[in-house]
């Protein structure tokens, strides 16, 4: 039974360590060249590609929450969902972003673009707007 015990630990150990990998910059697993390696994802690259933020943020910095073990979790998870969606060919047409995602992406713009919004603040607090609400073209078009 310990011997079980000692395997099981071990494996959660690894799998948890694996996890964490996924938050190292050089792996590039936040970059655009690898996230566009898959097809349904061509035309965000794109669209990031000519944007202002490709000059300083990559696809995790507004994509992926930015703690260790949450943002692995969370890139883990949504990997995940995405490569089984591809393999088993029900990734939708058109790529939309859910509410968990949504408030990961206002969290980040306020991290990232929070001297600037010193003064407005959490556009989002009072039932307000996301950030992108307003501005839908950056960086993607739609």
């Not at 968990?100 to 673009?113: A, F, P, S, T």
Request: aromatic residues 10%; hydrophobic residues 35%; glycine residues 8%.
């Amino acid at each position: 039974m310990k011997k079980k015990l000692f395997w099981l630990a071990g494996f959660a150990f690894f799998s948890f360590a694996l996890m964490l990998l996924t938050k190292v910059p050089a792996l590039g697993l936040d970059k655009a060249e690898f996230c566009g390696q898959c097809h349904v994802m061509y035309e965000q690259v794109e669209t990031y590609l000519h944007s202002a933020h490709r000059l300083g943020a990559n696809c995790g910095d507004c994509h992926i929450p930015h703690s260790l073990v949450y943002g692995a979790t969370y890139k883990a998870y949504t990997g995940t969902r995405d490569i089984v969606a591809v393999l088993t060919d029900t990734a939708p047409k058109e790529i939309r972003v859910t509410k968990l995602g949504k408030d990961i992406l206002q969290e980040n713009c306020l991290r990232c673009h929070g001297g600037l919004l010193e003064q407005v603040g959490d556009t989002r607090e009072n039932n307000g707007k996301y950030c992108f609400d307003c501005h839908r073209s950056t960086p993607h078009q739609k």
